[in-house]
């Protein structure tokens, strides 16, 4: 993703340096429609695979250990905003003729992009070095204790996730 949005800066402040007439126009628009489609199908089923664990997105997104079905819902996401702000701007040059509305359109979906690695590589950064759970979860982990026989305290309480489901108490 890194790389991707490092390319499209790249070529939009390329575009404000030397700007370039889009030739293809109708081309671009078969390329980008399909990939539009596509991702935005792909969007709503991995959407349709979170509720089913996790009634609210938002929640997911904030509080779930599970990286790699975050990793492809983003991917997915990406791929909409990415194709429907690339076609947004073609739309725009092809109706105004102006180069530099190409150019801030890949310079912002290289924003987006950038934005949503520094999101993923957070999350990642958190579960390698042992990310703790919830403090929902721990006092659930707590309650349990409580209930078996013999345990009056529970001095101290460390908890970090091993997986998207494992968790070492």
């Not at 792909?42 to 599970?66: C, T, W, Y």
């Not at 739309?91 to 509305?101: D, M, V, W």
């Not at 982990?141 to 108490?169: C, F, Q």
């Amino acid at each position: 993703i890194v790389f991707t949005a490092a390319i499209s800066i790249f070529k939009g402040i390329e575009q404000i340096r030397h700007p370039q007439i889009i030739a293809f126009i109708p081309l671009a628009f078969l390329v980008l429609l399909p990939s539009l489609i596509g991702n935005f199908l792909m969007a709503g089923q991995e959407i349709k695979s979170v509720k089913r664990i996790h009634p609210h997105v938002k929640n997911f997104f904030l509080r779930s250990p599970d990286i790699s079905l975050k990793t492809i819902l983003i991917g997915d996401l990406l791929g909409v905003v990415g194709a429907s702000g690339t076609l947004f701007a073609i739309i725009l040059y092809a109706i105004t003729g102006n180069t530099l509305i190409d150019a801030i359109g890949a310079i912002a979906i290289g924003i987006i992009l950038s934005l949503f690695s520094l999101f993923l590589f957070w999350e990642l950064r958190g579960l390698l070095i042992g990310r703790s759970v919830p403090r929902e979860i721990e006092e659930k982990i707590l309650h349990s204790a409580y209930e078996i026989p013999g345990v009056n305290r529970v001095m101290d309480l460390k908890t970090m996730y091993m997986g998207p489901e494992e968790i070492l108490v």
